[in-house]
């Protein structure tokens, strides 16, 4: 499967753009309907709650990626969500049952760089241009992994000795909100290199001098969404979530 650049909105979509919203809203949007094999992979879920939210994610992220494009494109584009398809492609292997996902609108060529979470009953959903690399995630702030201390299982598992020696120096609330936001960006770099958490390299070094080499990319950007902020769409990021953003873009971005 070969990618053709969004040659088509480029002038609109030039930058990454995000967006968010309550996974509860997908109930508002019955018109909207997964592919077959989409909703094969959701019955791979356990029933209740991780089931509902795979397909209501699958569901919000059409809603979000059409606002976005319509947001981007010059007025009368008028892309909805069921013109839009959600795929994925695994390098490694050439499947398309999981790897680094794509929005794409069938029929025109036009692709682009599409990265997810759902976290505490919420999506975030990160576009931009095709041909870069990109990664979104969310961390709740109110999740108990974040506020265990030092010595907490996610603290030895997740931060490299230089990350974990800065997070000493702070107060335990600026600690607890640092822990969730490193680990907000450690996802999105793992799933904006493609490697995931389980690479060669282990989980993303964010902080320190031992960086991930993603975080040297020429012209990265990295968007921290802080509590309260508002997205590309206007809406705001509820109080208790903290995000990342990571795109390093294409040679031709």
Known sequence: MHDVPAKGL???LSAPLWATAPLAEAATHPEVRLL??????AGGYVPGRPREDFVAGRIMARVLGAGLLNHAVP??????????????YCPQCASEAHGTPKLRIPGTGEVF??????TAGWLLL??????????????DLED?????????MLEEYAYAPEERERLELLPEAERQRL?????????AVAKASGEGLAGEAGIPVVAG????PLLHSPGLRVLDLDPESLDSLGAMLPPHLVGSLVWAPGPEA
């Open 36 to 41: 077959p094999d989409e909703l094969a992979r």
């Open 113 to 118: 760089s599409l990265s997810y979470a759902r």
């Open 179 to 187: 822990r969730a936001r490193w680990w907000a960006l450690k996802e």
């Open 144 to 152: 108990q992994a974040f506020s265990l201390g030092e010595g907490g």
């Open 209 to 212: 001098k031992n960086l991930h």
């Open 10 to 12: 480029e002038a609109g």
């Open 126 to 139: 990160g576009l931009a241009p095709g041909n870069g690399r990109l990664g979104v995630d969310l961390a």
């Open 75 to 88: 007025p009368g584009r008028g892309i909805l969500p069921g013109d839009l398809e959600l795929t994925q």
